[in-house]
Every structure is written in C-alpha cells, then in structure tokens.
C-alpha cells in the first residue's frame, strides 16, 4: 500500500529520476523522503511497519523510588525517547532529586539531538548530574560496550513490542551485552512495532504486475521492515526471487549493519550499506553514489 507523503516537493529533472522504495514507519517518512528528493530520486513510500508509543507501560518505573534503583536509562530508538517524554508528563517534576550519583541517558546517534536541555531538565534539575552517552557507532552493541562495567547496576531499557512479525534478535542480543557487562537490565515495552498489514507490498507487486515502470531501489531501515515486506508478498503470491526477477538491477540499500545482517538472515541479499549510519543522511549518500554508478554502467555492487 503505497502512501503519500505531504508537503515534499520533487526536484525537477529533465532526466528520468530513479524510483526509491522505502519502508520506514510514519515517524521516519518525511525525513527519508525527503533526502531521497533532494538527491533527484523519486521516493515511493510502502511502509511495512508502524510504531505506536505505550507511555502507560513505562509510567511505573519513573516514580521516585523506581528511579532511584536505577543508574541509567538507554534509548535503542528515537521512538523510546518520545516514550518516555509522554510517560514523564504526568508525573512530578523533576524525576530524581538534584544530588546523587551520576545517572547516565544513553542514546544512538542522531536520536541524542533528542536529549536536550528540556528533556534532561525533566528528569533532574541538577543538569551536572547527568551523563549523555553517545556510543562512536549508532549500534546497541556499541552502546552496551560504551556504558562500559555495569558491576550490578540497573538499566531501564525502553524497547519494542512486536506485534504480527516475530521479534529480530537485536533487542535480546542487545540485552544480553549489557549483562555480559554487568549491567542488570531491566526491560520495558515502551512502544509497539506492528505490522501494517497484508497489503503494504501492493503497489510493489502491481507495478511488477503490469511492468509499468522501473523500480530501481528499496532502502530498509530495519530487520522488522524487511519481514514485513516479504510477508506482505507471499499474500500475492510473491517472494524475493521474483523481485530480483523482475527489476534484475534493483539496488538493496541497508541503513547500517545491523540491518543488514537482518535482512540476509531473512533472505534479502543487500548491496549497499551505508558506512555513516548516525541519519539516515548515510544510507541515501550511499545509495546515490551507487545509482549514479549504474547510469554509467558501472558496477556498483
């Protein structure tokens, strides 16, 4: 189910622009999209999954007394942090008192433009008492490594619940490096991930169907957005081969490695991943040095 995506304006082009599918929830579409425009490409949006925030679920454990057996929280995500942020409007503030140890808030790449000085404002009013952590590489791998020695500590850990697919392993593997760390890890379903549903491939395929036009990428962001591609194409029958059949030189964009070890272990081969996956600003540079590439007919893959 291929949607719009308001107030973008295309680039105008003498030349055919390449046509990029994306797979991003909502919270991600405008960005993306937007990215892909500035580069001359046409973006076509098919998202695959939503997310949905669950503050209610994360209420709890922001009382003063949840808090204060807690040394850090980690935000995998930046649908986490707007988590959060709706649990804390209801309660006190701030959350923790301004004296105590240093209580850290740790956050992958872009996402930490997040916790700014209101947002930490929220939680103490003693700003030096907290420690923003940005791991040199956006993965929760590397974030669990930078909290470094956890020696018994606890960490909240604002995480998906997945609804309609089955969980990727990044949220446990994530887990299970913070008590390789000695970290204890306390973890919260502070959002959902659901499938949109059988027919988020449809556009996909019917263009495939009555050979309208090239399909010349598809940029993933996630594992769970690459299960949620192909589940929708087996309801038409569908499956990967047939669209590397169909578009032999379609360009498989990964954001990251993370997800792209997620779609090879889902079958989707990926020719790009981007090397800078702090933005998204990565994977389309990326890409588009790749289509560019093939426009001369260069190999690129």
């Given at each position: 189910?291929?949607?719009?995506?308001?107030?973008?304006?295309?680039?105008?082009?003498?030349?055919?622009?390449?046509?990029?599918?994306?797979?991003?929830?909502?919270?991600?579409?405008?960005?993306?999209?937007?990215?892909?425009?500035?580069?001359?490409?046409?973006?076509?949006?098919?998202?695959?999954?939503?997310?949905?925030?669950?503050?209610?679920?994360?209420?709890?454990?922001?009382?003063?007394?949840?808090?204060?057996?807690?040394?850090?929280?980690?935000?995998?995500?930046?649908?986490?942090?707007?988590?959060?942020?709706?649990?804390?409007?209801?309660?006190?503030?701030?959350?923790?008192?301004?004296?105590?140890?240093?209580?850290?808030?740790?956050?992958?790449?872009?996402?930490?433009?997040?916790?700014?000085?209101?947002?930490?404002?929220?939680?103490?009013?003693?700003?030096?008492?907290?420690?923003?952590?940005?791991?040199?590489?956006?993965?929760?791998?590397?974030?669990?490594?930078?909290?470094?020695?956890?020696?018994?500590?606890?960490?909240?850990?604002?995480?998906?619940?997945?609804?309609?697919?089955?969980?990727?392993?990044?949220?446990?593997?994530?887990?299970?490096?913070?008590?390789?760390?000695?970290?204890?890890?306390?973890?919260?379903?502070?959002?959902?991930?659901?499938?949109?549903?059988?027919?988020?491939?449809?556009?996909?395929?019917?263009?495939?169907?009555?050979?309208?036009?090239?399909?010349?990428?598809?940029?993933?962001?996630?594992?769970?957005?690459?299960?949620?591609?192909?589940?929708?194409?087996?309801?038409?029958?569908?499956?990967?081969?047939?669209?590397?059949?169909?578009?032999?030189?379609?360009?498989?964009?990964?954001?990251?490695?993370?997800?792209?070890v997620g779609a090879k272990?889902?079958?989707?081969?990926v020719d790009v991943v981007?090397?800078?996956?702090?933005?998204?600003?990565?994977?389309?540079?990326?890409?588009?040095?790749?289509?560019?590439?093939?426009?001369?007919?260069?190999?690129?893959?």
């Open positions: 189910m291929a949607m719009p995506i308001p107030n973008l304006t295309p680039l105008s082009s003498s030349t055919v622009k390449p046509t990029v599918i994306f797979t991003t929830p909502p919270n991600y579409a405008a960005r993306l999209s937007n990215l892909l425009t500035l580069k001359g490409h046409t973006p076509l949006w098919c998202p695959t999954i939503t997310t949905h925030p669950t503050p209610h679920s994360l209420s709890t454990h922001l009382s003063p007394h949840s808090l204060s057996l807690l040394s850090a929280i980690t935000f995998p995500s930046r649908a986490s942090i707007t988590s959060f942020s709706l649990a804390a409007l209801s309660l006190p503030k701030p959350l923790l008192p301004s004296h105590g140890p240093t209580f850290i808030l740790a956050a992958l790449g872009k996402d930490s433009e997040l916790i700014n000085t209101p947002f930490i404002s929220q939680i103490c009013s003693n700003l030096q008492r907290i420690k923003v952590l940005v791991p040199p590489t956006a993965t929760p791998n590397s974030l669990a490594l930078s909290l470094g020695k956890g020696y018994g500590r606890r960490v909240l850990c604002p995480v998906p619940k997945v609804v309609g697919l089955n969980e990727p392993p990044v949220v446990p593997d994530f887990l299970k490096d913070l008590e390789s760390g000695g970290w204890v890890p306390i973890r919260v379903d502070a959002y959902e991930t659901r499938w949109v549903g059988p027919s988020c491939a449809e556009e996909v395929v019917r263009k495939g169907e009555e050979h309208e036009e090239e399909v010349n990428a598809v940029v993933f962001t996630s594992s769970g957005e690459v299960e949620g591609f192909l589940k929708s194409l087996r309801e038409f029958g569908w499956d990967w081969g047939m669209v590397r059949r169909r578009w032999s030189r379609l360009v498989v964009a990964a954001h990251g490695p993370v997800t792209a272990r889902l079958g989707v081969d981007s090397s800078n996956f702090d933005s998204f600003q990565g994977v389309v540079d990326a890409l588009d040095v790749c289509l560019n590439a093939l426009g001369q007919e260069q190999d690129c893959m």
